[in-house]
């Protein structure tokens, strides 16, 4: 049995140990993607939802085709009292309509509503549209009576040809979540990388660790490699309950797809062994450099800021710099995304991407095996 090996063995049996750890590790694998699809559920279901939109309309004996327009859009009169937790959307048809509807007169129609009520957009888009679509209707109908074809206020007819697949248009919303894969990595051996460090030598056992006739790069491969082995068992926990959980998601009903072969997650774990092992190497270094494991805990904390800020912004901020393709954790996302939407992978890009991660691990696990050298970061100076 190799060195490594026992030092790998022994720092898992003692993290095991911990079960409340463990499973405090695991809970972002699984919370995560689990509250990711929740949000989607109830967001596609809102935007979904077929019932009428009852609104407040005031003068509607003013203008009774346009109530009727409106009717036949599921645009309704409200019945009752609004709840005190909504806020009424109310529109107001002036007295004046049916003149200045016979004059040819610009009308003014007023809604009120409060636009930045998530939970009432959908409504209000709805009763916007509905009213947009009547105003073009009595438009028409007045350049007709004019002798004027309507076409000649539309000199361009803009034709979209949608060439999206299922897969491209579920990868606007995926991404988000594939964030979450990558991140998991990062969280789901943060615990156990602090206790093998920073714990090990408070606990003074890692004085006794190393007077053992093993090399410090043994130890700190071997620790490494133990964190390692939750982190991508928390990858692993993502890659397997993202598909089941979203199975239940209604992707469908907008026109969305999202088919995660068990070639793709292979090729996705694969992606992550390198991350992984860079995350553990950073946690291990920051961990060794704090005083205690609160300390730890506290530095490594702003250190998950960093992969959280580079993927959610690369993400939202939609950056396309080619760069990016061939940088560790953003070759990653690229990669992620490229498989999401059913496009050929960026492999050089891949390739190098993984290759620049693993050798950054490496080096500064190589850093870290040099600092154990020191009295000053043995204990804790």
Do not use: C
Not at 185 to 191: C, D, T
Request: no cysteine; hydrophobic share 50%; glycine share 4%.
């Amino acid at each position: 049995m190799s060195a490594l090996t026992s030092v790998w063995k022994k720092e898992f049996r003692d993290a095991i140990r911990d079960k409340r750890s463990v499973l405090a590790a695991m809970s972002y694998a699984f919370f995560g993607p689990l509250l990711m699809a929740v949000a989607f559920f109830f967001l596609i279901t809102q935007l979904t939802d077929p019932a009428d939109v009852e609104i407040t309309i005031e003068g509607e004996e003013n203008a009774p085709q346009l109530v009727d327009f409106l009717n036949e859009r599921g645009v309704v009169q409200k019945q009752g009292e609004w709840a005190k937790t909504e806020t009424p959307i109310v529109l107001t048809l002036p007295e004046n309509w049916q003149e200045s509807v016979s004059k040819a007169e610009p009308v003014e129609v007023t809604l009120r509503a409060d636009w930045s009520a998530q939970k009432q957009q959908t409504e209000i888009k709805r009763v916007e549209q509905a009213v947009q679509a009547y105003s073009s209707q009595i438009a028409a109908y007045r350049l007709t009576l004019r002798g004027v074809d309507p076409r000649v206020v539309q000199p361009i007819q803009l034709q979209k040809q949608d060439l999206a697949t299922r897969g491209s248009k579920a990868a606007l919303i995926m991404g988000s979540v594939l964030v979450f894969i990558i991140l998991s990595v990062f969280w789901s051996g943060m615990n156990v990388a602090i206790d093998i460090s920073a714990g090990e030598r408070e606990r003074n056992s890692l004085e006794f660790l190393l007077s053992q006739p093993l090399s410090t790069w043994d130890i700190v491969t071997g620790k490494a490699l133990t964190a390692t082995t939750f982190s991508l068992f928390g990858a692993i926990l993502s890659l397997v309950l993202i598909p089941i959980i979203f199975a239940y998601v209604p992707l469908h009903e907008i026109g969305m797809n999202v088919n995660f072969s068990v070639g793709m997650m292979v090729l996705m774990f694969a992606l992550l062994v390198p991350l992984a092992l860079l995350a553990t190497a950073l946690q291990l270094f920051v961990s060794f450099r704090a005083k205690n494991f609160k300390e730890a805990q506290t530095y490594i904390s702003f250190l998950l800021v960093i992969p959280m800020a580079a993927s959610f912004g690369v993400e939202f901020a939609r950056l396309k710099n080619p760069i990016l393709y061939y940088l560790p954790l953003t070759g990653q996302h690229q990669a992620f995304l490229s498989l999401i939407r059913g496009e050929n992978v960026n492999v050089m890009g891949t390739v190098i991407s993984a290759i620049a991660t693993l050798a950054a691990a490496l080096l500064l696990m190589k850093y870290i095996a040099r600092m154990l050298k020191s009295e000053k970061i043995v204990f804790g100076l």
